[in-house]
């Protein structure tokens, strides 16, 4: 702990973030780092707790509380605010495959645990890990590190977002022969096609991802298991399979009209605008354009919100987000108190450029969607909705109701739906022959073994949808138990 009362003389600084009426005109990340000196002033506020409930990393009522890879934060703190990066930069690694990342799109439940958060703004930890990272690329200490003897096992990890890269990184360190299968056209799986440009910059994500391929990993991209190389085949060529699949079956709405031209799944909106940009820069016209449009998303999570700045960023005429949920309040309330996650109201980057741009919040709360109403040439036109009360039985849990009377009609050309995913997609799974539970492989945390011999699986595809840092923490966890079945005892932590 560098400065005992650093946390009682400096305060937050809030992160700095390009002028939302520029961002909006280009596709660039929205954010940008820290000085040194201003980092060195965060830092210095970590009161290096004696139980440091930032990288504790568990779950509290369904969410998520601490850092799930739990990184050393405390440490790289203090080394930050001495100005001591490289040796901050050899902390951060030893639990973070992938600091570039998680500084920059995972939602940091480290700070809403930070003791700090008690009373005051937490540390600006997210911040700060991006700064790290970044610095490590930019002066070259990241450089490839090639495993001084291989062991002659071979293993393929089918999927290649957070999960299985982690996993590929852990047992190609340990010295085995690695191949990572992606069906589409580049590595990278969430992070590459899940998340928008302007929330992480391809070239990161490239950028790793030719550093493992230096590593000696190998990367099958366009090719599908289970259809371009059989389950047999994978199998006999390799010693053990991980499947790092994700949770990509999306959440459907079954209501009238659904069919209508013009709706469309969140993922595939983010998925075909990223692929065009990269391609093309949007002269293949390979995307769905929402330009002149009213546009409506269904869902108030983080990916609705994605197709918000989006949609923006291809100047709609108008957007909306639905949410089932009523605002969040101003503070935490009694039932959500630290170190759980902070269940309160923000303005996130989405918002916060739609408020420049058209002078309000997209958002609607408590608002259900009963139909979808399409023209004569079967396009969506207009969404009909009513608005829902949230009330409590007599047990305690949460119902809601409607609200007669508030029925309202909005126009729409384009409507995506983000209102999350049911688990992972079944046909791989069935020519494995692994058990299933849920629309998830079966597998105990941990263990990550399935029923088959010789398969396991780690990530969303395992727990469901969750977070990059969950994805990273069981792609580690993962490697280690298939680096001790193949080799009796294991190398990794």
């Not at 992160?15 to 909006?24: G, M, S, V």
Request: net charge negative.
């Amino acid at each position: 702990m560098g400065k005992a009362t650093g946390f009682m003389e400096y305060n937050r600084e809030k992160p700095i973030e390009r002028n939302p009426h520029l961002r909006i005109k280009d596709w660039k990340e929205y954010s940008a780092p820290f000085s040194d000196e201003a980092l060195s002033r965060q830092g210095a506020r970590c009161m290096d707790c004696g139980t440091p409930f930032c990288h504790m990393g568990m779950e509290l009522k369904g969410t998520t509380t601490g850092c799930p890879i739990h990184n050393l934060i405390p440490e790289w703190n203090d080394l930050v605010y001495r100005g001591r990066w490289k040796e901050a930069l050899e902390r951060l690694l030893k639990t973070n495959n992938f600091p570039e990342f998680t500084g920059r799109v995972c939602p940091a439940p480290c700070e809403g645990s930070c003791t700090l958060a008690i009373s005051d703004p937490s540390v600006a930890i997210k911040n700060i890990e991006r700064t790290i990272i970044d610095k490590g690329f930019e002066n070259g200490w990241i450089t490839p590190r090639i495993p001084g003897r291989r062991t002659g096992k071979k293993v393929a990890i089918i999927g290649s977002g957070p999960a299985g890269l982690a996993s590929a990184d852990q047992l190609n360190q340990a010295g085995h022969s690695v191949t990572v299968y992606e069906r589409a056209d580049r590595p990278g799986g969430l992070l590459m096609y899940g998340i928008p440009n302007m929330k992480l910059e391809k070239e990161i994500v490239e950028r790793r991802i030719s550093l493992l391929t230096e590593e000696g990993i190998a990367f099958v991209t366009n090719t599908e298991v289970g259809k371009d190389i059989s389950v047999e085949e994978l199998r006999n060529k390799h010693d053990a399979v991980i499947l790092c699949t994700g949770a990509q079956k999306q959440r459907d709405l079954h209501i009238e009209g659904r069919e209508a031209t013009g709706v469309h799944f969140a993922m595939d909106y983010l998925g075909q605008t990223t692929k065009s940009l990269l391609d093309s820069n949007f002269e293949d016209g390979n995307f769905i354009n929402t330009a002149g449009k009213d546009v409506i998303v269904i869902g108030g999570g983080d990916t609705g919100a994605d197709c918000v700045a989006t949609a923006l960023r291809q100047n709609c005429r108008s957007v909306v987000q639905f949410g089932k949920h009523p605002q969040a309040p101003e503070q935490r309330t009694a039932d959500n108190m630290w170190p759980a996650y902070p269940n309160i109201f923000t303005l996130d980057y989405a918002y916060e450029e739609a408020q420049a741009k058209t002078g309000t919040d997209p958002r609607q709360y408590s608002i259900q969607t009963k139909k979808l109403v399409k023209n004569e040439n079967g396009e969506v036109m207009e969404l009909h909705t009513i608005q829902m009360e949230r009330l409590r039985d007599e047990e305690g849990s949460f119902y809601f109701k409607e609200i007669p009377g508030s029925e309202k009609i909005w126009p729409a050309q384009h409507v995506f739906i983000a209102i999350g995913f049911e688990g992972t997609e079944l046909s791989l799974l069935r020519q494995f022959g692994v058990e299933t539970v849920r629309n998830k492989v079966k597998a105990e945390y941990g263990d990550f073994k399935t029923n088959v011999e010789g398969v396991f699986t780690a990530g969303d595809a395992r727990r469901g949808q969750s977070l990059i840092v969950w994805a990273i923490n069981e792609g580690r966890e993962a490697a280690r138990e298939v680096d001790r079945y193949l080799m009796g005892s294991t190398v990794l932590l």
